[in-house]
């Protein structure tokens, strides 16, 4: 089982980006899917969730209105695009395939300076 996230890096505030999660070894339609993020000296949170099947989609509020989170089943691709982002963006973004089992990433580090 392998998951490798990508997109991360410098963005400039307003900005926007979108993280890749890319796996192997299961499959994203009989998982759900969701975007964690840490910032130095922080907790890890929740930042979006997307179900096996589609239906239910989940953001923390500190990204609603302005992120979209979804799947690419074809491609076994999670991603995760945030608009308008902000300083307190800033944080490695981890992300997680959890079912039958959980797996994690290693993480992309997104920062957001000008």
């Known amino acids: 089982v392998h998951i490798v996230e990508s997109g991360g890096g410098l963005v400039q505030p307003g900005g926007s980006l979108r993280l890749s999660c890319v796996g192997s070894g299961f499959s994203f339609s009989t998982y759900v899917g969701s975007w964690y993020r840490q910032a130095p000296g922080k907790e890890r949170e929740l930042v979006a969730t997307v179900s096996s099947t589609f239906d239910n989609r989940y953001y923390a509020d500190f990204v609603k209105g302005r992120s979209t989170v979804y799947k690419d089943n074809a491609k076994n691709t999670l991603y995760l695009e945030i608009d308008n982002l902000r300083l307190e963006d800033t944080a490695v973004y981890y992300c997680?395939?959890?079912?039958?089992?959980?797996?994690w990433g290693q993480g992309t580090q997104v920062t957001v300076s000008s």
């Open positions: 997680r395939a959890h079912g039958d089992h959980d797996f």
